[in-house]
C-alpha cells in the first residue's frame, strides 16, 4: 500500500478529522489528509514533533530499555495520537539510523473508538514500513 492508499485508509475511520506522517528529526510533514478550520495538520504535526522527542529524550534519561508504541494527548473535544513507525529495533529512534517517522492522528472525541483507532494506526504503520 502506498503512503496516499494509508493516509486515506485512515480518513476512513469514524471521527477522523485528520493524519499524517510526520518526520520529528525535522518536523516536516512527508503526507497528510483531512484537517479542518480547528487544526492545521502541517502546524500540528510540526509541533508535536516536541512531544515525541521530549518523550524519546526521557526514556533516554530515565536509561529505560523500552520504546514508544504511542503517545495520546486527550483534549476536551478531540484525541490526538502519535505513533513512531516501528523500524523492529529496540532503544531509541532518535539514534544514528533510527526511523524518525511518526503517524499523528487526530480524532473528533465523540464519535471515535481508540482501540480501533490503535488497531488501525498499527495497521497503517505496516504499510508504509521505510
Do not use: C
Not at 36 to 46: K, P, R
Not at 79 to 108: A, C, K, Q, W
Amino acid at each position: 500500500m502506498n503512503l496516499d492508499d494509508a493516509l486515506h485508509d485512515g480518513m476512513s475511520m469514524d471521527g477522523a478529522v485528520g493524519i499524517a506522517l510526520v518526520d520529528y528529526s525535522s518536523g516536516m510533514i512527508l503526507g497528510k489528509r483531512g484537517g479542518n478550520s480547528l487544526i492545521d495538520m502541517e502546524v500540528a504535526g510540526a509541533v508535536l514533533t516536541r512531544v515525541v522527542r521530549a518523550k524519546v529524550e526521557a526514556i533516554e534519561t530515565l536509561q529505560l530499555d523500552d520504546a514508544i508504541e504511542d503517545i495520546l494527548i486527550t483534549l476536551g473535544s478531540q484525541y490526538h495520537i502519535m505513533m513512531p513507525l516501528d523500524d523492529g529495533r529496540r532503544g531509541s529512534i532518535l539514534e544514528s539510523g533510527r526511523n524518525t517517522l511518526f503517524l499523528y492522528l487526530v480524532l473528533d472525541r465523540e464519535r471515535a473508538n481508540l482501540a480501533m483507532a490503535r488497531h488501525l494506526l498499527r495497521r497503517i504503520e505496516q504499510s508504509v514500513q521505510v
